[in-house]
């Protein structure tokens, strides 16, 4: 757990951030307990930039993982910061109901299941 609270630490300082300057990182563990980290990646369009955790969680797709069991999301917000709106759903699809930490460089933190972020989610089963 630590491991991937200080992955999720660590990933926020690779950010890149130049407009708004906040910040994110994200870890995501697969079930075989490989850690693939993201962090948001801002641009100038500013419509174009992509979260901390759906980078995680595509960077792991895209390497072959598929079941996951916990993510930690990282911010320097003392009102923990949680995924977005897009992210939710994309972490919904891809990840199911898992569990996520929100932490602070403080060491402040909180663990949420996704569910209770994003109740009724639209997904492939109404297809
Ligand atoms: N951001 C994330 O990466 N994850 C979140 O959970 C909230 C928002 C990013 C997007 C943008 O680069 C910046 O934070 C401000 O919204």
Redesign the pocket.
Known sequence: MNQLLDAALAARERAH?PF?K?R?GAALEDQDGRIFTGC?V?NATYGL?V???RVAVFKAVSEGARKFRRLA?A?DTDRL????GA?RQVLWELCGDIEITLVNPGGKLEVVQLRELFPRPFDASFL
């Open positions: 951030a708004s906040f994110v948001n801002e930039t979260c901390a955790e999301v911010a910061t949680p995924p977005c992210c």
